[in-house]
């Protein structure tokens, strides 16, 4: 099984920061992409950013220039900072990876999802 964690959410105000964490775990041979996506409620889930395995990165307009996404390898974490933040981000994120195991073709595991509430 492939494990995957974030962490990092919490209430902010608007124009503050936050730096989120995910830690993908388990029986991993491989890693495609690792990134985040956000889920507001009532809305679908969105793509905010994905970091791939050859270090390609990609942003949803709404948070371009004020996030950005890393990654290590080894460990494979991903990390989201979020500057600037506006009550629009308010969402659960949730971690994405796109793995492959020892026994099976890459597919896509979720986080548990990380609370972030931009408010005053």
């Known amino acids: 099984q492939v494990q995957v964690v974030e962490s990092g959410g919490g209430l902010v105000q608007p124009g503050g920061s936050l730096r989120l964490s995910c830690a993908a775990s388990?029986?991993?041979?491989?890693?495609?992409?690792m990134g985040w996506y956000r889920q507001a409620p009532g809305k679908e889930r969105e793509l905010v950013a994905t970091f791939t395995s050859d270090s390609n990165t990609n942003y949803a307009d709404s948070v371009k220039g004020r996030f950005t996404i890393s990654r290590d390898n080894a460990p494979n974490t991903v990390y989201l900072q979020m500057n600037s933040l506006k009550p629009e981000d308010t969402a659960v994120y949730y971690c994405n990876v796109v793995a492959s195991t020892e026994w099976g073709i890459p597919r896509h595991y979720w986080g548990q999802g990380t609370q972030v509430t931009v408010s005053s």
């Open positions: 388990g029986s991993i041979f491989s890693i495609n992409t």
